[in-house]
């Protein structure tokens, strides 16, 4: 019997983001969700070691690695349709878990209990640093279009960063406070 799963995961490089917006460079869900990783991991790390909480940076940066997979099954709606009103968000909710739910069975049985963690995001403490790192991707994001000019990110930045702060999570505000700007510099302001 062949196992579909890992086949599917490789397709994420074809489900692009922000379609509804001009960008400058092109971003897929697997470039997004490896960014993610990073970030959720760094998160944790600051939570842990420099805040002194309690986080696990490799289950964080697992689950980000697959925070977007059911849209492999169901592409990317841009967030002001899946946000447009109570009704639609619910309805897509519940798509997503259909999807993963579809995912999960394409894996041996003996691996969907290992998987569902992290495809379900269903630990309170990382679900919180995933979804705090995945705004941070988006935010840079729209700081790496604005720095290239690209204007039409300039209201999505702004909702991201508010969005960022409304999430009052101290390691993300750690972040911001002593990494964010690097976003902004060229290559040689960098070294």
């Not at 917006?21 to 842990?48: C, D, G, P, W, Y």
């Not at 691996?111 to 935010?139: N, Q």
Request: with cysteine.
């Amino acid at each position: 019997m062949q196992f579909h799963f890992y086949a599917l995961i490789s397709r994420m490089r074809y489900i692009t983001r922000w379609g509804l917006m001009r960008n400058t460079f092109t971003e897929n869900i697997q470039e997004h969700s490896h960014m993610v990783a990073v970030l959720a991991h760094a998160l944790a790390l600051i939570k842990r070691d420099i805040l002194g909480g309690e986080a696990d940076p490799e289950r964080c940066a697992a689950a980000a690695l697959f925070h977007d997979a059911s849209e492999i099954l169901t592409g990317d709606l841009p967030t002001p349709i899946k946000y447009y009103n109570p009704d639609i968000k619910t309805a897509y909710k519940q798509v997503e878990r259909v999807s993963a739910e579809k995912l999960l069975t394409m894996l041996p049985e003996q691996l969907r209990d290992s998987y569902k963690p992290y495809i379900f995001e269903d630990d309170p403490s990382t679900h919180d640093i995933v979804k705090a790192a995945d705004k941070l991707s988006a935010h840079i994001k729209c700081i790496e279009e604005l720095k290239a000019g690209n204007q039409e990110f300039a209201s999505a930045a702004a909702q991201t960063r508010q969005a960022l702060i409304d999430l009052k999570l101290p390691e993300l505000d750690w972040f911001m406070e002593h990494c964010l700007d690097s976003f902004r510099l060229d290559l040689d302001e960098l070294e």
